[in-house]
């Protein structure tokens, strides 16, 4: 009987803990790899949904779009 009361209280914690566990799998905001690329003008990786987009590339801002093409 005692080791049985033991049962339930393993039993017991292994349940708690996945219910705690449950709230911190929530999914992330975008699904897949994010794909990084350099910046024409000073080779910084950014997201390339972030990314400026210029004639000669893609850029980090439109400041560095516009010094590196005029
Ligand atoms: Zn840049």
Do not use: N
Not at 3 to 13: E, K, P, S, W
Not at 46 to 65: E, F, K, L
């Amino acid at each position: 009987m005692k080791y049985l009361a033991l049962l339930f209280i393993v039993l017991g914690g292994i349940w708690w803990i996945r219910q705690q566990r449950k709230p911190d799998q929530a999914p992330p905001k975008k699904t897949g790899p994010q794909v990084m690329v350099p910046c024409g003008h000073c080779s910084m990786h950014i997201p390339h949904d972030d990314a400026i987009r210029g004639t000669h590339g893609v850029y980090c801002s439109t400041a560095h779009r516009d010094s590196h093409e005029g």
